[in-house]
């Protein structure tokens, strides 16, 4: 299989579960940082404000005139360090700055991954 495949099935896997996964674990993110089930619910949703506020369009119109294969690496790179932040945040605030990160990077790279699976 050709490794370009490859990348392209476990970046797939990877923003897969971080975009279902944190459902189930809604309890246990509002118990560990003491805040009520509906705040913990916005840890799930909090990932669509930069979509609705449109700054996703904004990083694409920024980052179009760079070489595809080191910007996916790029945004894959932002995607795992804003999973990284949410997941050892020892607060609300940062937790939710990490869930806001994630997705500035995603679609970003679904024009770059499209283009390097088929080469």
């Known amino acids: 299989m050709k490794p370009s495949l490859v990348a392209l099935a ?26 009520t089930l509906p705040a913990g619910g916005w840890s799930a949703r909090f990932r669509l404000c930069p979509r609705r506020d449109g700054r996703c369009p904004t990083v694409t119109a920024l980052v179009g005139h760079l070489p595809r294969r080191p910007l996916a690496v790029g945004l894959m790179l932002l995607f795992a360090l804003g999973n990284l932040l949410s997941g050892f945040a020892s607060g609300y605030g940062a937790m939710l700055a990490g869930r806001i990160i994630v997705p500035l990077g995603l679609p970003n790279r679904e024009s770059p991954r499209t283009g390097i699976s088929t080469v």
């Not at 476990?10 to 805040?35: K, M, N, Q, S, W």
């Open 10 to 35: 476990v970046g797939a896997f990877a923003i897969g579960t971080t975009e279902f996964v944190i459902i189930g674990l809604v309890p246990g993110i509002a118990r560990d940082l003491g805040i």
